[in-house]
């Protein structure tokens, strides 16, 4: 498929979340090995065209894959090991005996970069010229990034995190320093950079097979960078930040119905001005490195491109905020030039507008041609105007029963208050009351969205003891694994379900 053909967003299609640490797997985690073929093979069988998963950068703050390191690297614990044992690099690896039905990260982190330095040193000790050859290819290919990606991480195993803590000259990028600390970490930086090829290489193949079976990947932007990433460290000059590097203003979301003081995310903001004045390069470096790796990106807190919440770094909560004005479609019409696009082929992205949308943003989203994001369970217990029922998408817009924050389908049924169960019964029918979950995916399979994607969870009838995140806890979060004895003859009710309403033909591409 061309990188910037949007003709998976104009089709009629059908989808599943899962991320790739929750699949089923020997070594404390999903990865690129075996079981994510076989999750390949089960949606072709399930008539789906569509796998969408989280971001596939490095976990950070509480295990998150939205708080990372780095937004060009991949995460380490999805290397399969395996393939290294495959290679010859890396002795065959026991199962460590891990839960498998979470991803106990503790444990599985440590595990999981012991093998790959042992990999590491297998494959200095092992390799043959053509490998060696390979991988001095991709460190010089993946080199504007992947140079100060592996210093950062050479220099955070030195020096801990924050990197505003480590030595003056190395938190501020002194030239002199920098390579005084490369030459220093040759192994480190070799590391780091071999980690990234075999993900890289494992992934690209991975998307191969799903590819020549006509499944496509659906993959996940973060707006915002952690503070402790490559990308600030490397990149101050972009971010709105103190003579220190601390963070002057962060972002997060006013007070709500939900939260009398906001949430307060304390990722850094962008200098949009200086990013604007260099033409957005960070932007469209970013978008086509991801682009690269799958085929849509569903863009995270779209309407901040519209308008942002800036909250000083000083105050503990959101509530002393202020709107501030994003850059609008000045970015995207750079990004789409930058891709080759026209406005008659928009970029394939997902613009997520969740929650208190304006007309402005409503109106960014249609003028870029985005179609939004629509989440069955904050439908009920309104009016019939409610723009999360069915009845009132459009085909410009992605249905979900619910994401990767939000409770189960049956988990958020056991929990619903009364008003929200009339009006689910109302709506659906008597179905809800043994299976929500089948309901709710009928209702918006055959809706006119134009593209559905159903949770895993939700596939398979799970209760919120299975929800993959929960919004505002920091710890616990992140871990859900399934295996494949839950997974029953979904499959075929699922094929049944998508064929009846037309979501199982092929993509044109």
């Known amino acids: 498929m061309s990188l910037a053909n949007p003709s998976l967003l104009s089709q009629r299609t059908s989808?599943?979340?899962?991320?790739?640490?929750?699949?089923?797997?020997?070594?404390?985690?999903?990865?690129?090995?075996?079981?994510?073929?076989?999750f390949v093979d089960w949606l072709l069988t399930a008539?789906?065209?569509?796998?969408?998963?989280?971001?596939?950068?490095?976990?950070?703050?509480?295990?998150?894959?939205?708080?990372?390191?780095?937004?060009?690297?991949?995460?380490?614990?999805?290397?399969?090991?395996?393939?290294?044992?495959?290679?010859?690099?890396?002795?065959?690896?026991?199962?460590?005996?891990?839960?498998?039905?979470?991803?106990?990260?503790?444990?599985?982190?440590?595990?999981?970069?012991?093998?790959?330095?042992?990999?590491?040193?297998?494959?200095?000790?092992?390799?043959?010229?053509?490998?060696?050859?390979?991988?001095?290819?991709?460190?010089?290919?993946?080199?504007?990034?992947?140079?100060?990606?592996?210093?950062?991480?050479?220099l955070e195993k030195r020096h801990g995190a924050p990197w505003t803590q480590w030595p003056t000259a190395l938190a501020q990028s002194e030239p002199k320093a920098l390579a005084e600390a490369a030459a220093e970490c040759v192994d480190d930086l070799g590391f780091f950079s071999f980690i990234q090829w075999r993900f890289m290489v494992q992934w690209q193949r991975l998307r191969d097979y799903a590819h020549a079976r006509g499944v496509y990947i659906v993959g996940d932007a973060p707006i915002f960078v952690a503070h402790h990433s490559a990308d600030v460290w490397a990149n101050t000059d972009l971010f709105q930040l103190d003579a220190q590097g601390e963070p002057i203003v962060v972002?997060?979301?006013?007070?709500?119905?939900?939260?009398?003081?906001?949430?307060?995310?304390?990722?850094?903001?962008y200098r949009w001005d200086a990013m604007a004045a260099n033409g957005f390069a960070w932007w469209k470096s970013r978008l086509g490195h991801l682009l690269s790796m799958v085929d849509v990106v569903r863009l995270d807190h779209f309407r901040a491109f519209e308008s942002y919440w800036e909250i000083p770094a000083s105050e503990p909560t959101a509530a002393a905020g202020h709107w501030r004005q994003g850059p609008g479609k000045p970015l995207f019409d750079a990004l789409a030039t930058a891709r080759g696009v026209h406005l008659s082929a928009p970029l394939p992205i997902i613009a997520e507008d969740l929650g208190i949308i304006t007309h402005e943003v409503t109106r960014l989203r249609q003028?870029?041609?985005?179609?939004?994001?629509?989440?069955?369970?904050?439908?009920?217990?309104?009016?019939?105007?409610?723009?999360?029922?069915?009845?009132?998408?459009?085909?410009?817009?992605?249905?979900?029963?619910?994401?990767?924050?939000?409770?189960?389908?049956?988990?958020?049924?056991?929990?619903?208050?009364?008003?929200?169960?009339?009006?689910?019964?109302?709506?659906?029918?008597?179905?809800?009351?043994?299976?929500i979950h089948w309901a709710?995916?009928?209702?918006?399979?055959?809706?006119v969205a134009g593209t559905v994607i159903f949770p895993l969870q939700d596939v398979l009838g799970l209760d919120?003891?299975?929800?993959?995140?929960?919004?505002?806890?920091?710890?616990?979060?992140?871990q859900w694994r399934f295996e494949w004895r839950q997974v029953g003859d979904q499959a075929e009710r699922l094929a049944n379900l998508t064929r009846a309403h037309g979501r199982n033909r092929a993509v044109i591409t």
């Open 47 to 154: 008539g789906q065209r569509l796998w969408q998963i989280l971001p596939l950068t490095p976990v950070g703050l509480g295990d998150s894959p939205y708080y990372s390191p780095s937004t060009f690297a991949g995460n380490p614990l999805l290397v399969d090991l395996n393939d290294l044992v495959r290679s010859g690099w890396l002795a065959p690896q026991p199962d460590g005996a891990f839960e498998p039905e979470r991803c106990d990260f503790e444990r599985v982190a440590p595990y999981r970069m012991g093998r790959l330095k042992e990999a590491w040193q297998g494959f200095l000790l092992k390799t043959q010229p053509a490998d060696w050859a390979e991988f001095e290819s991709f460190r010089a290919q993946q080199s504007h990034w992947l140079e100060g990606y592996a210093l950062f991480m050479a």
């Open 440 to 447: 709710m995916m009928q209702s918006l399979s055959q809706s």
């Open 251 to 269: 972002a997060g979301v006013p007070p709500d119905y939900f939260s009398e003081t906001g949430q307060r995310w304390g990722n850094p903001l």
């Open 464 to 478: 919120g003891a299975h929800r993959m995140n929960t919004p505002g806890l920091s710890q616990g979060c992140w």
């Open 367 to 435: 003028d870029c041609g985005f179609p939004g994001m629509r989440v069955m369970q904050f439908a009920f217990g309104d009016t019939s105007d409610n723009p999360y029922l069915p009845h009132n998408f459009d085909t410009q817009t992605v249905a979900y029963t619910g994401t990767h924050d939000n409770d189960t389908s049956q988990g958020w049924w056991q929990t619903a208050n009364e008003s929200e169960r009339f009006a689910a019964r109302s709506y659906l029918g008597p179905l809800v009351d043994t299976e």
């Open 15 to 38: 989808g599943v979340l899962l991320h790739i640490t929750s699949l089923p797997g020997a070594h404390g985690s999903g990865d690129l090995g075996i079981e994510a073929y076989h």
